[in-house]
């Protein structure tokens, strides 16, 4: 048909608008395919590691060794795996970070090389004589490279592949830590006869730590519990969904999958809204073109159809052009979108139901669109649309009388009120590319102010002790604790109740800072635990010795100022009676297992389980703040292709609309310049509108995700963002939206001052 | 001479698909005078409009207006004497659909450092009443007037008038040429007008005809009459 020949010179002439609709398009289609199924196949690939390579169910630690006949006699009877693991850690000086050698698990929690699949590769549950294997992040974090050496407590051990483990995903040096600091801390695997050789020489300085992992089969957790309670006294038991290395990686990737089907479906349906409806106003400048063709005898469905080739166009050029970089990119972008996480060694095929359904859905909302616009401009009858009468509507009415304002700024703000749809696609795409970037930002000041601020408003301690064993009445140096770890009842979670002579060291007020009371028989909850257990003052908590399963059940008597750790504050006195300790044979002395303390201690190793700081609360904080800087610049490209797309389409279309004032200003003598100053600036008065938006969506998103982060991370972060970062953002949105009309600045100068007044006919 | 255009030279195109629309056109005209220039469709009437404003240039020949040569001025220049000197009323009316009536005629006021009386001009042209109306919600004839008032705002040499009744039923187009012929009285505004219609040149001081890109005819009106004399 003759008039397909249309297309090409239609393409070409508009060609920055399609190559904008185009850009928008393949952003949408890398951010669904990717992210979305990314989300999806992480998932799934985690789900397969954790089974086939056999993760742990929980792990515990005893008082009396279960031997390897009684780790038999065990299996049978439960029909269980039980394994004894062990690790030695090691301070690497060569490379300024911290290593853990775990011996080479038989029978659960078995490794996987980064190399291979998790989904494909059989389990491995050996390593060669002299080699070592790292996990990935550690050993990209150092760049460690194949056959480097690694010296460790003076052994050489050749570096030979990195490798993973489903109970260390999330490589943790302690299940209390919040953040992983990957360059800092990581685990590795040697041969069985290398590590008997590091664990004779670490058993001397007691640095050899064992403990057991269990796999039930069966639903008889609570009996294997008790007998090995009763037989071996167990002195910790963790369960796999209270053990932040283990749990994590899963919540880390649930949570990335709800997010990602919500804010990615979000966006992906926004964009494609915004790019349908933009190319449908196009189809509007036409109507005189489509009344003179249908006089001519031309069928309206014919000339719908002819039409909504152009939605097809650039709906298939822009998804098939994203899914090409989708393809590209996935690996990076997988890799940006999970990076609190270890990799999961296996292929990330993107799915063809995805790929169809990315070419498929945009494609289909610019057709129907530009389909849906036609046939409304072919409502009006032919006269109307030859004489270009119609499709004069929402010119705004707004008179203005008693306004002094000039003529301009009236137009102005009649172009804003008068075409409410172009207005809100402005606001709305300047808002959500503004979003991304404030997003990143509010994250990145919360974290900041978290680390020079509000870790130091826990209290004046700096370090707290956990020992081995408990012992009697009060330290030389620090201040005596009893520390438990709890089960909270119907929740996954554990809490420390912590039990205190006095809280001098620690910041004893409420969320209002007012100084609350220490008393005897009561207890005190942090304002961590508060919105982690969603308990306030007077509230029940039912908490269980994880050891026993016995339940005790507690009354918040107040809340405690502290966003970093989940406690319960009591007296020693009651805490010892919660664990049943009986002081009336130790002559009234009370038990301790934690000295917290202002300055560092020297405290035997031997005697010593572990050590926390209140810094290093602050350096995984700060870790996640690093990598989140680090991805910031990639948002900000997002950020600023959204934000300069839609304003130019935007402006592209006001002023193809706009053409036959733009015309009839030019023949009045207006400069280019003068011109652009009143077509161009229209939607400066947006600006700031669009500015507030996202700064809120940005501000409000940011502490949505704190709050869930709550229960996960037990570390709450204060929402903020400075002004510096406002500034920041205020620069980057007006930025785009300058660089926009910059790129249009050419636009009404093209203008035919002679023959678009032949079409201006009202 | 006010206006004087000489062996003016306009092609479009090239080759077979060349079209002469001005083809060696010579004028002369003196200011403050009427002037209605008639040609067939196609004759060159437009393209001397446009010349005459200085919307497009010329390819050969002069064109020099008020003493100042408008051929060879470049796209700059030639904004600039739209600016001062060119007040344009097209057959489409041609007004900014979100601007009001005052706002039209401010639109221009704003750029000319010699502007009337917005108050006066819409005064003069009996459109005060509706300063606050839209274009779209007046009539064609009041549309036109207001197109008009904002061609006078900045007080033209020229008053350039392209079909200015063509879309006008004769009753409007009767008023509407009764503000022509005051505003060259009031103004002493030299005026062209562009028409098919014979029935207009009876209210001119001259009679210009075109055919072939060409003058064929420049004669003086020996029956000059009133606007309301015209059998329109």
């Known amino acids: 048909m003759t008039l397909n020949k249309r297309y090409t010179r239609n393409f070409k002439n508009n060609i920055s ?14 951010l669904y395919l990717d992210f979305d199924a990314a989300a999806v196949k992480m998932n799934d690939s985690l789900d397969i590691f954790r089974e086939r390579f056999c993760v742990e169910d929980a792990q515990f630690s005893v008082l009396n060794e279960i031997d390897d006949e009684e780790i038999k006699r065990l299996e049978e009877k439960y029909d269980i795996l039980l394994e004894k693991q062990r690790y030695i850690d090691y301070i690497i000086e060569d490379g300024n970070y911290e290593l853990r050698i775990l011996s080479v698990p038989k029978k659960i929690n078995l490794y996987v090389l980064s190399t291979g699949d998790v989904e494909k590769d059989a389990p491995c549950i050996s390593v060669e004589k002299g080699k070592i294997l790292l996990n990935e992040g550690l050993a990209t974090g150092n760049e460690i490279k194949d056959g480097d050496i690694i010296r460790v407590d003076d052994n050489e051990f050749e570096f030979i592949s990195s490798f993973e483990r489903p109970d260390y995903l999330f490589p943790i040096k302690e299940v209390t830590d919040t953040y992983a600091l990957k360059a800092e801390f990581g685990v590795g695997l040697v041969s069985d006869e290398d590590f008997e050789r590091l664990a004779d020489k670490a058993k001397e300085s007691n640095k050899l730590k064992e403990y057991y992992v269990i796999k039930y089969n069966s639903d008889n957790k609570n009996e294997v519990r008790k007998e090995i309670n009763d037989k071996f006294h167990m002195l910790s038991y963790l369960k796999a969904d209270t053990n932040t290395r283990v749990g994590t990686p899963k919540r880390e990737i649930t949570q990335t999958s709800n997010l990602m089907n919500v804010a990615i479906i979000v966006l992906v349906i926004f964009i494609s809204v915004i790019i349908a409806a933009v190319i449908g106003r196009r189809i509007k400048g036409d109507r005189r073109q489509i009344g003179i063709l249908i006089a001519l005898g031309y069928k309206k469905k014919a000339l719908s159809r002819h039409y909504a080739v152009y939605g097809l166009v650039s709906g298939l050029a822009g998804t098939l052009l994203g899914v090409i970089l989708a393809f590209i990119l996935s690996d990076k972008l997988i890799g940006f979108l999970f990076f609190k996480i270890e990799p999961i060694p296996t292929g990330y095929n993107i799915s063809l139901v995805n790929v169809v359904l990315s070419v498929l859905f945009p494609t289909f909302v610019y057709t129907f669109s530009v389909y849906r616009s036609a046939r ?23 008179r203005m009388e008693k306004s002094s304002l000039k003529a301009s700024t009236k137009y102005k703000l009649r172009q804003i009120i008068g075409k409410p749809g172009r207005s809100i696609i402005v606001v709305l795409g300047l808002g959500i590319g503004g979003m991304l970037y404030s997003f990143c930002l509010t994250a990145i000041d919360s974290m900041d102010s978290y680390v020079k601020h509000t870790v130091d408003q826990i209290g004046t301690f700096n370090y707290e002790y956990f020992l081995k064993n408990p012992e009697l009445g009060k330290p030389n140096d620090g201040n005596a604790i009893l520390g438990v770890s709890y089960e909270v009842k119907g929740r996954e979670d554990i809490m420390m109740l912590l039990g205190i002579d006095s809280p001098d060291m620690i910041n004893f007020t409420d969320p209002d800072g007012n100084k609350l009371d220490f008393e005897k028989d009561r207890f005190y909850i942090t304002s961590m635990a508060s919105l982690a257990f969603d308990k306030e003052k007077g509230d029940t908590i039912t908490i269980v010795d994880p050891i026993t399963l016995d339940e005790y059940s507690i009354t918040v008597t107040d809340i405690v100022k502290n966003d970093s750790q989940a406690a319960i504050y009591c007296f020693r006195e009651n805490a010892a009676e919660i664990l049943g300790f009986d002081t009336g044979l130790t002559g009234g002395e009370l038990p301790y297992n934690v000295i917290m303390s202002e300055k560092a201690l020297d405290i035997d190793e031997a005697k010593l389980m572990k050590t926390i700081s209140k810094q290093s609360l602050a350096d995984q904080i700060n870790e996640v703040k690093i990598g989140m800087e ?41 400069r280019n310049k003068e011109i652009n100053s009143i077509v161009l600036n229209v939607y400066h008065l947006l600006v700031p509108i669009a500015l507030v938006l996202s700064l809120l969506l940005g501000f409000f998103s ?22 510096l970062s406002i500034l920041k953002m205020s620069v980057l949105i007006i930025a785009s939206y300058v660089l926009s009309l910059f790129l249009l600045r050419g636009k009404a100068g093209k203008v035919d001052l002679v023959e678009s007044l032949k079409d201006n006919r009202e | 001479m006010f206006i004087n255009l ?38 060159g009437k437009s393209t001397l409009l446009n010349m005459l404003g200085g919307l497009d240039s010329l390819d050969d020949g002069v064109l020099e207006i008020g003493g100042a040569k408008v051929s060879g001025m470049k796209d700059k220049e030639l904004v600039e004497y739209r600016r001062s000197d060119v007040g344009f009323v097209f057959q489409f009316y041609n007004l900014i659909p979100d601007l009001t009536v005052k706002e039209n005629i401010q639109v221009v006021s704003d750029i000319t450092d010699k502007s009337l009386s917005i108050d006066e001009v819409m005064e003069a042209v009996d459109i005060k009443k509706y300063e606050n109306h839209f274009p779209s919600e007046l009539s064609g004839g009041q549309q036109q007037r207001v197109s008009i008032a904002r061609a006078l705002i900045k007080n033209p040499k020229i008053l350039l008038c392209d079909e200015l009744t063509g879309a006008l039923d004769s009753k409007s187009a009767r008023l509407v040429l009764k503000f022509i012929e005051e505003v060259n009285k009031k103004f002493h505004t030299t005026i062209i007008i562009i028409t098919h219609n014979e029935a207009i040149a009876g209210m001119a001081d001259r009679i210009i005809r075109i055919k072939d890109g060409q003058v064929s005819s420049n004669k003086e009106n020996p029956q000059k009459m009133k606007a309301d004399e015209l059998s329109l």
């Open chain 1, 630 to 670: 680090n991805v910031t610049g990639a948002i900000d490209v997002f950020a600023i292709i959204i934000c300069v797309a839609v304003v130019y389409m935007m402006v592209n279309v006001l002023i193809t609309e706009s053409t036959p004032s733009v015309s009839m200003l030019k023949v009045l003598g207006y």
């Open chain 1, 17 to 30: 608008f399609y190559i904008c609709v185009c850009i928008l398009t393949i952003l949408v289609v890398i």
């Open chain 2, 6 to 43: 000489k062996n003016a030279k306009k092609y479009y195109g090239k080759g077979e698909s060349e079209v002469r629309a001005l083809d060696g056109a010579s004028l002369e005209l003196e200011e403050g005078g009427v002037y209605v220039i008639l040609g067939p469709s196609g004759s």
């Open chain 1, 376 to 398: 409304k401009v072919m409502k009006s009858d032919v006269i109307t649309m030859i004489s270009g009468r119609s499709g004069r509507k929402g010119t705004s009415k707004l």
């Open chain 1, 702 to 723: 940011v502490k949505a995700v704190f709050a869930i982060n709550v229960s996960e991370y037990k570390t709450y972060l204060e929402t903020l963002i400075y002004p």
